[in-house]
C-alpha cells in the first residue's frame, strides 16, 4: 500500500519568514495530494490541494509543488504568521475510491 | 464544516463494553471514511463506504465494525472496546467519484477505562 513520509517533525520559524514542508510517498498510481491544517483540538481543515496533472498550486501565501518522478511534494508557506501555527498534514491518494494516506505531521510554531 | 457532524464529542467508556460512534453529513457525499488520530501517527483509516451497504476496510479495522444503511449516516461500533482504542476519531465525507477533497467532522474524543 501507499506509504507517505512527512519532514520535518517539528518546525520553529520568525513571523514573516517561509516555511517549508516536504512529504515523499511511495505509490507512483497516487494522483491526488492534499494539505491539511489542524489547529489544537479542532478538525483538520483542507487548505490546498494538487493533481498528478499540475505542478505547482498557489493560494494567496501557500503553494504546493508536486515531483512526480521523485515522488514528493512540498507545502510552502510564505510570510508567516502567528496564526499559521498549527499541525500540518500531507496526503496521497492511490486509488478512485480517495481513501487517503496521511504523513505523521509536522508542528509548526510561529514566533513573533 | 456545519454539514457533518459528529456524536457524542466526547465518551467514557469501560474495556469490553460496545460503543457506538455517529457520523452524519447532510451534503448527500457518496464517500465517508472514519479515522483515528493518536500522537505519533497522524490520521489512518479504519474503515470506508462509497455508498449505501458499500464498505471496505482502511488500514486498521480490527476490533471495528461499520454500517452504511443510508447515505447520511456512517455509524463505527467497537464491538469490546480495549485501552488501546483510547483515540479521537475523525468521520470525513466525500463528494465525487475518485479523488476528491474531504471534508471532516470535530471528531469524538474516545477513552477507554
Known amino acids: 500500500g501507499e506509504n507517505v513520509e512527512q519532514h520535518p517533525s517539528t518546525l520553529s520559524v520568525q513571523e514573516g519568514d517561509s516555511a517549508v514542508i516536504k512529504c515523499t510517498y511511495s505509490?507512483?498510481?497516487?494522483?491526488?495530494f492534499p494539505w491539511y491544517k489542524q489547529e489544537l483540538g479542532k478538525r483538520p481543515q483542507l487548505i490546498i490541494d494538487i493533481r498528478s496533472n499540475v505542478g505547482e498550486k498557489k493560494d494567496q501565501r501557500i503553494a504546493v509543488t508536486l515531483n512526480k518522478t521523485a515522488k514528493h511534494f512540498s507545502l510552502h508557506i510564505t510570510e508567516t504568521q502567528p496564526e499559521d501555527s498549527a499541525v500540518y498534514f500531507c496526503a496521497a491518494s492511490p486509488d478512485s475510491w480517495g481513501k487517503l494516506q496521511f504523513g505523521a505531521g509536522t508542528q509548526v510554531v510561529v514566533t513573533p | 464544516d456545519a454539514g457533518i457532524t459528529q456524536s457524542p464529542r466526547y465518551k467514557i467508556t469501560e474495556t469490553g463494553r460496545q460503543v457506538t460512534l455517529m457520523c452524519h453529513q447532510t451534503?448527500?457525499?457518496?464517500?465517508m471514511f472514519w479515522y483515528r488520530q493518536d500522537l505519533g501517527h497522524g490520521l489512518r483509516l479504519i474503515y470506508y463506504s462509497a455508498a449505501a451497504d458499500i464498505t471496505d476496510k482502511g488500514e486498521v479495522p480490527d476490533g471495528y465494525v461499520v454500517s452504511r444503511s443510508k447515505t447520511e449516516n456512517f455509524p463505527l461500533t467497537l464491538e469490546s472496546a480495549t485501552r488501546s482504542q483510547t483515540s479521537v476519531y475523525f468521520c470525513?465525507?466525500?463528494?465525487?467519484?475518485?479523488?476528491?477533497?474531504?471534508?471532516f467532522g470535530p471528531g469524538t474524543r474516545l477513552t477507554v477505562t
Open positions: 451534503w448527500s457525499h457518496s464517500y
Open positions: 470525513a465525507s466525500s463528494g465525487g467519484q475518485g479523488a476528491h477533497e474531504q471534508y
Open positions: 505509490d507512483s498510481a497516487s494522483n491526488y
